[in-house]
Nanobody
Framework: VQLQASGGGSVQAGGSLRLSCAAS????????MAWFRQAPGKEREFVAA????????RYSDSVKGRFTISRDDAKTTVYLQMNSLKPEDAAVYYC????????????????????WGKGTQVTVSS
């Protein structure tokens, strides 16, 4: 499975963006999907995840209530709707896919995730 993230850009604080992660080379219907981000000089951090078995979602505390992850298996695409963006949300955002049903695997063991896409840059100006 190949993953390609898109939808990044520059917005002012308080604005919105919707990121997309398109999969090719296979279906994502049996993959839990996640978004991570990495800001300059910082470690990669978990943002959001959605399971393939139950559609359960998980968010980091820093984005909860502002970001929404969703999936369209028919389009083999996962989305990250980002509202009320803050300057601290600026980063390169990456999508990831793993067959694990348990989202703890994606959240706490990202090194074990099977597939990663190239990132898309999000810039938020104050």
């Amino acid at each position: 499975v190949q993953l390609q993230a898109s939808g990044g850009g520059s917005v002012q604080a308080g604005g919105s963006l919707r990121l997309s992660c398109a999969a090719s080379g296979g279906t994502i219907s049996r993959y839990s999907m996640a978004w991570f981000r990495q800001a300059p000089g910082k470690e990669r951090e978990f943002v959001a995840a959605i399971s393939w078995s139950s559609g359960t979602t998980r968010y980091s505390d820093s984005v909860k209530g502002r970001f929404t992850i969703s999936r369209d298996d028919a389009k083999t695409t996962v989305y990250l709707q980002m509202n009320s963006l803050k300057p601290e949300d600026a980063a390169v955002y990456y999508c990831a896919a793993d067959p694990a049903r348990d989202l703890n695997v994606l959240v706490f063991r990202p090194v074990a995730i099977d597939y990663w896409g190239k990132g898309t840059q999000v810039t938020v100006s104050s």
